[in-house]
């Protein structure tokens, strides 16, 4: 079972006021219905058929007739089908079903806009596992109005939702992580929400260890890289004249940096004060450098020459 049929079955279960009810209903019917002389309802999933079913009856009365078929194009999965045939003309009223853009009555507080989204996405929205694939919320919608309205809605949450067309439809898509838990934690689907986070957690844990890996076996390999280029500054001085060509200070550290070649600076300068009772810093020690770097290259400079 897909990561989204856990979320729709787990939301389907849910129960919620008349007012939530009928937000919600408007929704999922505005997506996943035909209606002409009678509504025509369509989905994949066997908890939603059932909650539409469900929610049919308790507002209006009316027992919906039920088919079930295979899914088109050799689908495996089956689909159900609601059809309603009376009390049809009150209901697209109601739901408004017959708009672009549902009433202002039906989202009339915090709770009807919340019930709202739920049945948005029972009817067309879709969440990625984030165990598989990238972080991504989608809805698929038919008319371009309408995706704005629901992008707007869904912002209204913070959740940072985009449009775009996708071939005959408008895709509404929310792609940050953070934002997803919280579309989760919006339309109370908590099963799925812990679920997600422990992923989120895991992957972003995962991710920092990595990147602070990387970043150290970096700083490792610019140590060795500038320990390596030190060593053959040093072993070119050597060749034109040995180390009497440095001062004593620099002498040191050259000595020292050919004992050790893959220390860092810092760790140069501890050893360097250990054995020798002298104090020297990472910046003392690096400064001697450069001065051993700029003999080096006046060298360099005289063998172009």
Same mark, same amino acid.
């Not at 989204?117 to 984030?130: A, H, K, M, T, V």
């Given at each position: 079972?897909?990561?989204?049929?856990?979320?729709?079955?787990?939301?389907?279960?849910?129960?919620?006021?008349?007012?939530?009810?009928?937000?919600?209903?408007?929704?999922?019917?505005?997506?996943?219905?035909?209606?002409?002389?009678?509504?025509?309802?369509?989905?994949?999933?066997?908890?939603?058929?059932?909650?539409?079913?469900?929610?049919?009856?308790?507002?209006?009365?009316?027992?919906?007739?039920?088919?079930?078929?295979?899914?088109?194009?050799?689908?495996?999965?089956?689909?159900?089908?609601?059809?309603?045939?009376?009390?049809?003309?009150?209901?697209?009223?109601?739901?408004?079903?017959?708009?672009?853009?549902?009433?202002?009555?039906?989202?009339?507080?915090?709770?009807?806009?919340?019930?709202?989204?739920?049945?948005?996405?029972?009817?067309?929205?879709?969440?990625?596992?984030?165990?598989?694939?990238?972080?991504?919320?989608?809805?698929?919608?038919?008319?371009?109005?309408?995706?704005?309205?629901?992008?707007?809605?869904?912002?209204?949450?913070? #959740?940072? @939702?985009?449009?775009? &067309?996708?071939?005959?439809? $408008?895709?509404?898509?929310? !792609? /940050? +992580?953070?934002?997803?838990?919280?579309?989760?934690?919006?339309?109370?689907?908590?099963?799925?929400?812990?679920?997600?986070?422990?992923?989120?957690?895991?992957?972003?844990?995962?991710?920092?260890?990595?990147?602070?890996?990387?970043?150290?076996?970096?700083?490792?390999?610019?140590?060795?890289?500038?320990?390596?280029?030190?060593?053959?500054?040093?072993?070119?001085?050597?060749?034109?004249?040995?180390?009497? #060509?440095? @001062?004593?200070?620099? &002498?040191?550290?050259?000595? $020292?940096?050919?004992?050790? !070649? /893959? +220390?860092?600076?810092?760790?140069?300068?501890?050893?360097?004060?250990?054995?020798?009772?002298?104090?020297?810093?990472?910046?003392?020690?690096?400064?001697?450098?450069?001065?051993?770097?700029?003999?080096?290259?006046?060298?360099?400079?005289?063998?172009?020459?």
């Amino acid at each position: 079972m897909s990561f989204t049929s856990t979320i729709k079955n787990e939301v389907s279960k849910l129960t919620s006021e008349k007012i939530e009810n009928i937000a919600e209903l408007s929704a999922f019917l505005k997506n996943s219905s035909t209606t002409t002389e009678m509504i025509r309802i369509t989905t994949e999933n066997a908890s939603v058929a059932r909650h539409i079913f469900h929610l049919m009856k308790q507002l209006y009365g009316v027992v919906s007739k039920i088919t079930v078929r295979h899914g088109y194009n050799y689908n495996k999965n089956y689909v159900y089908i609601l059809e309603i045939t009376k009390r049809v003309e009150e209901i697209k009223k109601d739901l408004c079903l017959d708009k672009e853009v549902p009433s202002s009555y039906l989202l009339d507080d915090d709770s009807s806009k919340r019930a709202y989204l739920r049945g948005l996405f029972l009817s067309c929205g879709s969440i990625n596992d984030p165990k598989k694939s990238r972080y991504h919320l989608e809805f698929l919608v038919d008319n371009f109005k309408y995706a704005k309205f629901c992008s707007l809605l869904l912002n209204e949450y913070g #959740l940072n @939702s985009k449009v775009l &067309k996708r071939e005959s439809k $408008y895709m509404i898509y929310v !792609k /940050e +992580a953070e934002k997803i838990g919280d579309f989760l934690r919006m339309i109370h689907a908590i099963q799925a929400l812990f679920y997600y986070e422990d992923i989120r957690i895991y992957r972003d844990h995962k991710n920092m260890t990595n990147r602070l890996n990387n970043c150290e076996q970096a700083n490792v390999d610019k140590i060795v890289e500038t320990g390596m280029r030190q060593v053959e500054d040093i072993e070119l001085i050597e060749v034109y004249g040995g180390l009497d #060509l440095l @001062s004593e200070k620099e &002498k040191v550290v050259a000595i $020292y940096r050919m004992k050790y !070649k /893959e +220390a860092s600076l810092l760790e140069l300068s501890e050893i360097i004060s250990i054995e020798t009772s002298e104090k020297i810093t990472k910046s003392g020690i690096y400064h001697r450098f450069n001065k051993i770097k700029e003999l080096a290259n006046r060298i360099r400079q005289k063998e172009k020459e």
